[in-house]
Structures are given as C-alpha cells and as structure tokens.
Nanobody, 115 residues
Framework: QVQLMESGGGLVQAGDSLRLSCVAD????????MAWYRQAPGNQREMVAR???????DYADSVKGRFNISKDRSGKAVYLRLNNAEPEDTGVYLC?????????WGQGTQVTVSS
C-alpha cells in the first residue's frame, strides 16, 4: 500500500519561508501526478501546486510567484517551498499523488502563519 508522509509544517511569521516535504513509501513507479493541496478552516480544499512527471508546474493564483514545487530525481518525493508566507496561507497542507491511476493522500501537515 502506498503511504505519503508529509513533514515540515509549523508556525512561522509572515514573510518567513517554509519547506514542506512529502515522501512516498511503497511506490515503485506509475506516478502520473504529484501535487500539494491545502485546506483552511471553513474553506474548500484547493490545489496550490502541481508538478507533472516531465517537470512542468502549475500554481494557484494566490500562491503564484511565492511558492515553488519540486521533486527529487527518484520521483518519489515532492516538496513545496513557501516563500514570503502570508497569514492567508494558514491551513492543512496535504500531499497528493496519482499512482497507477489511483489517488493517494497524505494525512496533512499544519502550517500556521502569524501576522
């Protein structure tokens, strides 16, 4: 069974940077989609960044220019760099992957940005 393990969340001040990690355990291949979602209290879950197997990326308008998604060479880990964090970035960040056509989610890591 595929397990996605997020880490790196925490409490930061506005303007700080944070790096989130998601390591996939049990994956031998077949990853066709890697992304980061977030969900703030009272809000719908939204995709904030995604990266394709070939390396192309896409970002939500709210984070474009501030966040950066990347993956390691093995393709089994995905990272999200939060630059110039804003209080509006606060929420639970969840790693998402599609593996052999099946979706997998991490448990989420809390990011809190204080003003």
């Amino acid at each position: 069974q595929v397990q996605l393990m997020e880490s790196g969340g925490g409490l930061v001040q506005a303007g700080d940077s944070l790096r989130l990690s998601c390591v996939a355990d049990g994956i031998i291949g077949g990853i066709t989609h890697m992304a980061w979602y977030r969900q703030a209290p009272g809000n719908q879950r939204e995709m904030v960044a995604r990266i394709a197997p070939g390396g192309s990326t896409d970002y939500a308008d709210s984070v474009k220019g501030r966040f950066n998604i990347s993956k390691d060479r093995s393709g089994k880990a995905v990272y999200l760099r939060l630059n110039n964090a804003e209080p509006e970035d606060t929420g639970v960040y969840l790693c998402h992957m599609i593996v052999f056509g099946r979706p997998f989610w991490g448990q989420g890591t809390q990011v809190t940005v204080s003003s």
